[in-house]
């Protein structure tokens, strides 16, 4: 419940500070700048608003009307009618982590599946009980390796096949940090090289490399042989994942990774700009107090039932206040639950038959688009549910066309790569009928032949 | 709370067991009893590393608050007790023998002077009691 300060005790506190009312604390804002005319139209009644808001939802095109073959980070997957229904219900509504945590033992418990089934996804021993997205938990885990060497380690080594906005994040985060170096992204001459190139870059002074699996490319490689050249430095690894395509790929910690992140919005989440989404953060027993946010705990009461308890949140600031390594404070509470309900309603053998189902059909796909005249795939390595192709034409031109027909195409790698121009990212998932594809590549053939 | 005769103490309570040249270190029986129940112990320099006199050698973590372990004195580290990292509890129990922290081999031993005897800790610590 808010309470606000009454009129008395808003006279009292002016009266500590030697003033005599609350325009007085103002007085510094230039007059003309206090109450400005704004310029807005009338107000309306809800009536005519919804109406309005109605008009401006209409202008949208969503993955509803069109037929999606964009991914890049963020996917187009069915989510049962059922996720959301649980998600709603007002006891879970209340997205935010609670401050009083063991009072809230629903929450508790949800947030405890989560990172049961996440370790299960995974193959890590711990779990946090999530960030707010893939990019931010791809920082935090620099975050965590910095402080494990406590600065003594100052490299941090990108494969260029990491999604770019992450390696964006990654160093705005580690901007404010002195003397560390981000690499082995900074030339994009080749951004399809190969992970076990990226080993000749690590020495001792290596704090983490940082992979992805499948990478933004769609690839999936075995990162075992990775994982032993970066330990035999001593350093760490860490894995971004799409946790989607761990219903059917190997589970990352059996790589011997260190860490494990990922963007968790394909487990139930809805597209969505700007989110919310959810961050995935896994790691392994020996670093668990390195982690960053908080982790729930499963334990018993006084009498020996069964409870949950905030466990550890050693990295945030109430407990080691200015010792603290980590702003995160927070995690993402719906999102988590929401991805611990659709993985529950999927089961085990669900979520492998849907991932098998994306991999087949975008195998289809790229056998498809690979066939039309002018286009290549990019492919030298196995790939998920997600392909490379070399258009004949650039991919903005291509993607005006599919739109014409109701498709909205690929991502535009060029825009990232710039030597990739023309390179199309073609995501395919449970949503794409046979049909869907057909057109796709009938059109992208016309193009091709303009 | 105990102060034992035979340790000298540091203003950040730490304190100190000589013999010789070696010093033995570890935190107050005041200085639990101010963290309340400590959860983790981590000794951040290892066997070999030279320490100077105030620079922290650990972090001891209660369900409270984080506090660092200043070193009262210069040298180098010989020993650091690994039994804390599993059992963070001994502190509480046993600050004075079971829990020391590390071992130094000094190389100044006249900083020894600047700290405190166990009567003038005890006095310091009621002090900042009230």
Known sequence: ?450 | MNYPNDLQYAETDEWVKTDGKIATIGVSDYAQDQLSDVVFVEVIKAVGEMVMKGDVIATVESVKAAADVNCPVSGKVIAVNEDLSQSPELINSDPYEKAWLVRIDMSNPDELGKLMDSSSYEQYCSERSH
């Open chain 1, 1 to 450: 419940m808010f309470i606000p300060h009454t009129k008395i005790e808003q006279e009292e506190m002016l009266k500590v500070i030697g003033l005599k009312s609350l325009e007085d604390l103002f007085l510094d804002v230039p007059e003309s700048h206090r109450f400005p005319t704004l310029n807005i139209p009338p107000s309306l009644s809800e009536m005519e608003v919804m109406a309005h808001m109605q008009t401006l939802s209409a202008a949208n095109e969503t993955t509803r009307d069109l037929v999606c073959f964009l991914g890049a980070g963020a996917y187009n997957h069915y989510i049962p009618a059922a996720v959301d229904a649980i998600i709603r219900r007002g006891e879970f509504y209340t997205a935010y982590t609670p401050y009083q945590p063991e009072i809230s033992q629903g929450t508790l418990q949800a947030i405890f599946e989560y990172q049961t089934l996440i370790c299960a996804l995974t193959g890590m021993q711990v779990s946090n009980a999530s960030h707010y997205d893939g990019a931010t938990a791809t920082a935090e885990a620099g975050v965590m390796a910095y402080h494990h060497y406590r600065g003594k380690r100052t490299k941090f080594i990108f494969s260029p096949a990491v999604h770019p906005q992450y390696r964006a994040t990654f160093r705005t985060y580690m901007s404010g940090y002195q003397g560390i170096t981000i690499m082995g992204d900074e030339n994009l001459e080749d951004p399809f090289v190969k992970p076990d190139n990226l080993s000749s870059l690590v020495d001792f002074d290596t704090a983490m490399v940082i992979v992805q699996y499948p990478d933004f490319f769609g690839r999936i490689f075995d990162y075992t042989s990775l994982a032993q050249s970066v330990h035999s430095k001593g350093a760490l690894l860490t894995i971004v994942v799409n946790p989607f395509s761990l219903g059917m790929l190997k589970p990352p910690g059996e790589f011997g990774t260190d860490v494990v992140v990922g963007e968790g919005q394909s487990l139930g989440i809805p597209l969505s700009f700007g989110g919310p989404y959810l961050g995935i953060f896994a790691t392994k027993n020996e670093y668990m107090r390195k982690i960053s946010g908080r982790l729930v705990g499963e334990t018993v009461d006084t009498e020996g039932h069964r409870g949950y308890v905030l466990t550890l949140t050693t990295r945030e600031q109430h407990i080691r206040r200015e010792k603290a390594t980590s702003n995160i404070c927070t995690n993402q509470g719906l999102m988590a639950l929401t991805s611990a309900v659709y993985l529950s309603l999927l089961g085990k053998h669900g979520l492998r038959k849907v991932a098998e189902i994306c991999y087949q059909k975008a195998h289809y796909a790229a056998h498809q688009t690979s066939k039309i005249h002018g286009y290549r795939l990019c492919a030298d390595s196995p790939f998920f549910h997600e392909f490379v192709i070399c258009c004949p034409n650039s991919v903005e031109e291509i993607n005006m066309h599919l739109l014409d027909h109701g498709i909205l195409g690929g991502y535009d790698l060029g825009k990232d790569y710039p030597t990739l121009k023309n390179h199309m990212l073609v995501a395919v998932t449970e949503m794409n009928t046979r049909d869907d594809i057909d057109l796709l590549n009938e059109v992208l053939a016309e193009v091709a032949n303009d």
